[in-house]
């Protein structure tokens, strides 16, 4: 399987400098939006919710660029747009940027998580996580070969689709991923971060999301992911990695 997505690997293929200040926004807004409310993107839209400082029919020359670049797709002339992975990575790298974002979780919550994670109460550290990140949590331990989930419901809560092919390519990855998880350790855990959008070494589905870190726990290699539709909340998982990262180093 090959990991068609991460985000190391496809910075370069997107054209940041050549984009303007304003289309970065625009864009940045459109993707934020989509994964809140799932609201197709349209220049009314984003003209009524949002002040660019251009009126509509900018706002859709806009779009109808981004639309070109490959950000945005619109399935009909008449439609809203939807962004592409290449808007997700976009999107992604914004927030890896923007060191301005505090990590929304209250204190008690965020010690209770972490201490459950330092007293290797792996089901209930994880059952926790998928609670905070709204999708869903994995933690697996290779050299014991014990692995816990939780949160499988918050993708299927959220996924955006109705087709029967596209629910069933999601219950097989998660079938398999115990397996996947221990053949494809390599290619997960060669960076400190790993962010796959649309397809992972251990998820074949298009739909989905895949953020995965190794973490040192007292003398414990665990890898901690969260998997979610592509409009899973990114900042909140980015922000509990980095979170984890700070208080182990």
């Known amino acids: 399987m090959t990991p068609s997505s991460a985000i190391d690997k496809l910075s370069n293929e997107i054209t940041y400098t050549k984009m303007t200040s304003r289309r970065k926004s625009i864009l940045e807004t459109s993707v934020d939006d989509f994964i809140n409310n799932a609201n197709l993107i349209t220049s009314g839209y984003l003209y009524k919710k949002h002040d660019f400082g251009i009126k509509t029919a900018m706002i859709r020359r806009e ?4 639309d070109k670049e490959g950000f945005l797709h619109q399935a009909h002339p008449s439609g809203g747009r939807i962004p592409t992975n290449k808007a997700y990575r976009f999107y992604v790298k914004r927030l890896q940027e923007d060191k301005s974002g505090n990590l929304d979780i209250t204190e008690r919550k965020r010690e209770k998580i972490y201490k459950d994670l330092l007293s290797k109460r792996l089901d209930e550290f994880t059952k926790l996580m998928a609670e905070y990140i709204e999708a869903m949590s994995i933690v697996y331990n290779p050299h014991k070969e014990e692995f816990y989930s939780s949160g499988l419901r918050n993708i ?3 996924i955006n689709t109705e087709k029967k092919e596209d629910f069933l390519s999601i219950v097989c990855d998660f079938e398999m991923l115990p397996n996947r998880l221990s053949k494809e350790l390599d290619n997960i855990t060669k960076r400190d971060l790993n962010i796959y ?32 539709p592509k409009r899973m909340n990114y ?15």
């Open 197 to 228: 959008i649309g397809g992972s070494p251990i998820t074949e589905s298009d739909l989905l999301s895949v953020i995965s870190k190794k973490l040192d726990s007292e003398g414990d290699e665990l890898m901690l992911l969260t998997v979610g």
């Open 156 to 158: 299927f809560e959220s």
């Open 63 to 66: 779009l109808n660029k981004l």
């Open 235 to 249: 900042r909140k998982s980015l922000c509990i990695f980095e979170f984890f990262d700070e208080e182990l180093n």
